[in-house]
C-alpha cells in the first residue's frame, strides 16, 4: 500500500490499487482516486496460440543507432502448415526483393558479439568495437580483406579503448580461424585509416601488466595471498626500468611469486595461461631477479626465502 490524498477523507490516506481495474482506490473510504491508470510493468505471460514455447517476450531488442532503421525492421518468418507456405513464399518474395542494406553490418555485429561473450565482455565493449566497424566500413576501405581479422581486430582495439585489454592470443582464440600476424596487420590498417580520416592520432589506452595479472592468476588458481603479493609485485616494478612487454612482466612475476609459494607452479603451466612463451618468460624473469628484493612484498617472503630463490 502507499499513501495519497483523499479528498473526502481530506487528509492523506492508504490507497489499494486494483490492478484488474486500474483503479486507486482509498482504504478508508473506498473513493476511486485514480481510474483506468496504465500498467507500465511487464506484461509476463503467454500466448499458447502464438508461440509454441513459454517465453513471455513479445517485443523487440532496443534500437541500433549505426543501422539505417535503427534496427526495427521487420522479417517475416515461416509459419507451418500448407496455407502457411503459401502465405510465405508470397510474401518471402516480397520481402526478398527489397535487399537489406544492413545485412552484411547486421552479421558482422553478431561475430563480434559472439566473440565478446566467449571472451566473456562487457557490452561496452561490444558497442565500441561495432562503433569502430561501421566507421572502417564507411570508409570502403576493407573490401577483399580478411573479414575475421578485421572484426577481430576492431574487438581487440575496444579492450585497449575501455581499459579492459586482452591479449592478441585470447582474441585469436576467438576470431574463427584468423592468425595472431593476420589480427595484426588488420589492427595497424585500422588504426591507419581511422587516423587519416580523424585527422589526429588515435587513442589506444596504455597497457599494463596489472590489466592482465588477477586473469591470469585465476586461471591458475592462485591462493588470495599469492595474488595480491603479484599485484603488489606488479606495481614496484612500474618503478623499474624493465624493456619487457607488460605481459611478459606480468608471467615473470607470477612465476616469481608461485617459486616463492608452497603451491608452486611448473612454467609451463604458466606459459599455457598467460599466453607467453617459456623463453620469453625466462627472459623477463632473469631481468626481474636482481629486483626481487624491492619488489616482492616482505609479508610474503623473507629475505631468507628470496636468497633460496631459483636464479636464472
Not at 513459454?54 to 509459419?79: A, C, E, F, H, M
Not at 576501405?141 to 582495439?157: E, K, P, T, V
Not at 595484426?184 to 585527422?199: H, N, P, S, T, Y
Not at 596504455?206 to 591462493?223: E, K, P, V
Request: net charge neutral; with cysteine.
Amino acid at each position: 500500500m502507499a499513501d495519497a490524498f483523499c479528498p473526502d477523507c481530506k487528509r492523506s490516506t492508504e490507497v489499494v490499487f486494483d490492478h484488474s481495474a486500474g483503479d486507486t482506490v482509498c482504504s478508508e473510504c473506498g473513493l476511486v482516486l485514480e481510474a483506468h491508470s496504465i500498467d507500465v510493468t511487464s506484461e509476463w505471460r503467454t500466448f499458447a496460440n502464438e508461440s509454441a514455447d513459454n517465453d513471455p517476450v513479445r517485443v523487440g531488442g532496443p534500437t541500433n543507432p549505426l543501422l539505417t532503421d535503427g534496427g526495427l525492421s521487420t522479417v517475416i518468418s515461416k509459419p507451418n502448415g500448407a496455407q502457411a507456405e503459401f502465405l510465405s513464399s508470397s510474401l518471402g518474395r516480397w520481402q526478398s526483393r527489397g535487399a537489406n542494406p544492413d545485412r552484411n553490418l547486421i552479421l558482422a555485429f553478431k561475430t563480434i558479439a559472439t566473440m565478446a561473450d566467449r571472451l566473456g565482455l562487457v557490452a561496452t565493449i561490444k558497442d565500441r568495437a561495432n562503433e569502430i566497424y561501421k566507421k572502417i566500413g564507411d570508409l570502403k576501405s576493407i573490401r577483399g580483406r580478411n573479414q575475421d581479422a578485421i572484426l577481430a581486430a576492431c574487438l581487440y582495439i575496444a579492450c585497449r579503448q575501455e581499459d579492459r585489454p586482452r591479449t592478441v592470443k585470447e582474441i585469436c582464440s576467438v576470431a574463427n580461424g584468423a592468425t595472431k600476424k593476420e589480427i595484426g596487420r588488420a589492427k595497424d590498417f585500422i588504426v591507419k585509416q581511422l587516423e587519416v580520416e580523424m585527422g589526429q592520432s588515435m587513442e589506444m589506452g596504455t597497457i599494463h601488466a596489472g590489466d592482465f595479472l588477477r586473469r591470469f592468476c585465476s586461471h591458475l588458481g592462485m591462493t588470495n595471498q599469492a595474488v595480491k603479493a603479484a599485484q603488489e609485485a606488479v606495481q614496484k616494478s612500474e618503478e623499474l626500468d624493465i624493456r619487457r612487454s607488460p605481459i611478459s612482466i606480468a608471467a615473470a612475476i607470477i612465476y616469481m611469486i608461485t617459486q616463492l609459494s608452497d603451491d608452486k607452479k611448473p612454467l609451463k603451466d604458466i606459459s599455457l595461461a598467460t599466453g607467453v612463451a617459456e623463453g620469453t618468460i625466462r627472459n623477463s624473469y632473469k631481468d626481474l631477479y636482481p629486483y626481487a628484493s624491492r619488489i616482492i612484498p616482505t609479508s610474503f617472503a623473507k629475505e631468507e626465502d628470496l636468497r633460496n630463490l631459483c636464479s636464472p
